[in-house]
Structures are given as C-alpha cells and as structure tokens.
C-alpha cells in the first residue's frame, strides 16, 4: 500500500515565476492538505481539498491556489513566486470519516532564487 | 493572538533516560492535541492523540498528557534511545470542525546521547 507521494522532490525557481506541485494521497483517503515549512519552523497549513472543493483555507495569499482530481490526487499551484516562497512543502492525506490522524508525504523543497 | 509553543529548540538526554517534551497553547480551546515525529528532510510521521476528555494516553514507551485547564501537554519517551533523536511537533485542530486543518508548533529537537 502506498503512502503519500509527492512531486517533484526537489525544484528551482526564479522570482516572478510560477510552480506546480504534484500529491497522490494514501490509498482510501478522500482528503488532501498542503502545508508550508520554512527552515526551523512548524509546517503552516494552507488550504484543504475535499470533494474536488477547497474546504479550509489558512492565511496565504491568493498566489496560492490549488486543485483535486476525481482521483483525489492534488496540485498546489504558486504565481508570482518571492524569495520568501522558499520552504519544503508537504502534502497530507486523510480520510474525512476516519481518524484524525494526518499522513504526510516526504515533501517538496523548492527554492526560489 | 494565537499560538502554540514548544519548551525548547532542543533538548540532549542520555539513552535510557525519560525525555519530557512540552507544548503550552493560548486562546484555544482544542477537541484534541496531536504529536508527530519529523526526521531532517522528511514529513511528519503521526505518533499519537489525545481529545480534551482525556488525560493521559500511552503507547508502548509513549505517554502524552493533556491539561485543558494549563493549556499544556507533555509527551514523554521513556527508556530513551539514539534513534528517538528526532523533532517532535505538537499540533492543534484549532478551528473544532474536525476537518483535520492543523496547527503545529516550531518542534522541539530531541538528540538522545548513546
């Protein structure tokens, strides 16, 4: 049974530009939510996907914008990419009659230069 | 505002001594209190819960407390050992919908001397 994978591992990016990132939740899960980490820091939640609908949103800018699949799998879209963009970014799943107990993904680290 | 903290960037224990980890909420009032375990380049990995109408929970050389009325819990590895050395998260669902947007704190980097 696989986990939560994401994709890429690892991305550069120039300020001003725009980044996709991929997440295929835990097999069963019907739940996807990203978080950002910067270095040293907690994981910052962002938004929710359930249903194909954003359900919850933490406090980020518009640039931040996502989208879930009939097959749950999720992006995370970010325009408009600042040097404070930069952090590992993670992807967890649930299952939204389950346990509340939250699966992540090995992340992506994107740097921005 | 809002926040969650955790007692120390890190802590050094000796193997086979009890790490205490601590993590101190305000203006919440949380149905329940997570912990994850994060090792360096990796996402949180879930070790356990605990809801607002318990007290203390255990698994194998876990324990977690809960103090609704200290805004506190403690997470506690008993027989500690190198391979505990780890950052340890504590998180919140602070919006009580259930819908799993958690809160984290900044962590606190366990290194267990051998």
């Known amino acids: 049974d696989a986990g939560v994978t994401q994709s890429p591992t690892h991305l550069i990016k120039t300020r001003g530009q725009q980044v996709t990132l991929r997440c295929s939740p835990k097999?069963?899960?019907?739940?996807v939510s990203w978080y950002q980490q910067a270095l040293g820091q907690g994981p910052q939640f962002i938004f929710q996907?359930?249903?194909?609908?954003?359900?919850q949103r933490g406090n980020f800018p518009d640039r931040f914008s996502g989208h879930q699949f009939p097959n749950y799998s999720s992006e995370l879209n970010v325009n408009a990419l600042l040097l404070g963009d930069s952090a590992l970014y993670l992807c967890?799943?649930?299952?939204?009659?389950?346990?509340?107990?939250?699966?992540f993904g090995p992340g992506t680290r994107l740097t921005v230069t | 505002s809002q926040k969650i903290e955790q007692n120390s960037e890190a802590l050094n224990i000796q193997e086979g001594k009890t790490a205490t980890l601590t993590c101190n909420y305000t203006?919440?009032?949380?149905?329940?209190l997570q912990w994850y375990r994060q090792d360096p380049g990796r996402g949180p990995v879930f070790l356990l819960l605990i809801r607002e109408n318990e007290k203390e929970k255990r698994k194998e050389r876990l324990k977690v407390t809960f103090d609704t009325t200290l805004k506190q819990s403690l997470f506690h590895i008993t027989a500690s050992q190198p391979a505990d050395s780890a950052t340890y998260l504590c998180?919140?669902?602070?919006?009580?919908?259930?819908?799993?947007?958690?809160?984290f704190g900044s962590g606190t980097r366990l290194q267990v001397q051998p």
């Open positions: 996907y359930y249903e194909e609908e954003e359900r």
């Open positions: 998180a919140l669902d602070i919006s009580r919908t259930g819908r799993r947007a958690l809160t």
């Open positions: 203006n919440y009032s949380p149905a329940y």
């Open positions: 097999s069963g899960h019907d739940t």
């Open positions: 967890a799943s649930s299952f939204r009659e389950g346990s509340y107990e939250q699966y």
